[in-house]
């Protein structure tokens, strides 16, 4: 059982290049996240899903797109990476209960220059 | 608008007990969460609260006050591997986890 794996660990982007974040989980939760997390600040949440086709917006989604065309996989996507970009992108995910606890992937480095 | 505050960074000597604060607002409630998180790793889940009271988990215990507002997280016979961060977040009507900016436990000898 390897929980809620991310690829790739480290990534340095130039300003406009794009990229896609791959998150995967083997538990077959229904809930899925993708949240940002920057020095001082807790963790922001960028886009969600409740189940396999769908998605929603968090509270910081601008410049970012995603995808779940299956359930253990979601996909976060920059088509022009910015310096504002620059931070820790965690994936998580649950089964979608009140009471459930997310479970965190180790985490994706991202530096933009 | 919706908030958690907890305090930035805190210090404990090993072997003490230490008590971290966390305050809430949200849309809603629908259980508080207290998460550890060492420098470099991701987020692991510590405890849940959703009703008044304490719970208690070995070392850890956390307790909520709902009319408050209120919870704290209590680590006893404090360890070297206890520094890390500790993060709380609050569960809202739309059952999306409000994240605190966590709070810094350092441990001194």
């Known amino acids: 059982n390897a929980g809620v794996t991310q690829t790739p660990k480290f990534r340095v982007l130039k300003t406009g290049q794009s990229m896609t974040l791959l998150c995967a989980q083997d538990?077959?939760?229904?809930?899925m996240y993708w949240y940002r997390q920057d020095p001082g600040m807790g963790l922001r949440l960028i886009h969600y899903?409740?189940?396999?086709?769908?998605?929603a917006k968090g509270e910081v989604p601008d410049g970012y797109n995603v995808s779940r065309l299956k359930k253990q996989n979601f996909l976060l996507g920059l088509e022009s990476a910015a310096p504002s970009q620059t931070s820790v992108y965690f994936c998580?995910?649950?089964?979608?209960?009140?009471?459930?606890?997310?479970?965190f992937g180790p985490g994706t480095r991202l530096t933009v220059l | 608008g919706q908030n958690i505050d907890q305090p930035t960074e805190m210090t404990a000597t090993e072997g003490a007990i230490v008590q971290i604060n966390c305050t809430y607002q949200?849309?809603?409630?629908?259980?508080l969460f207290w998460y550890q998180q060492h420098a470099g790793e991701a987020p692991t889940f510590l405890s849940y609260?959703?009703l008044d009271g304490l719970e208690e988990k070995g070392r850890f215990s956390s307790f909520l006050s709902r009319s408050k507002g209120y919870s704290y997280l209590l680590l006893k016979e404090l360890q070297m591997k206890d520094s890390a961060s500790y993060l709380c977040a609050g569960r809202d009507s739309n059952y999306q986890l409000i994240w605190g900016a966590g709070t810094k436990l350092i441990i001194k000898p």
């Open positions: 949200t849309s809603g409630f629908n259980g």
């Open positions: 609260n959703v």
């Open positions: 538990m077959n939760h229904e809930y």
């Open positions: 899903s409740v189940g396999e086709g769908t998605t």
């Open positions: 998580a995910s649950d089964p979608g209960g009140a009471a459930d606890t997310q479970y």
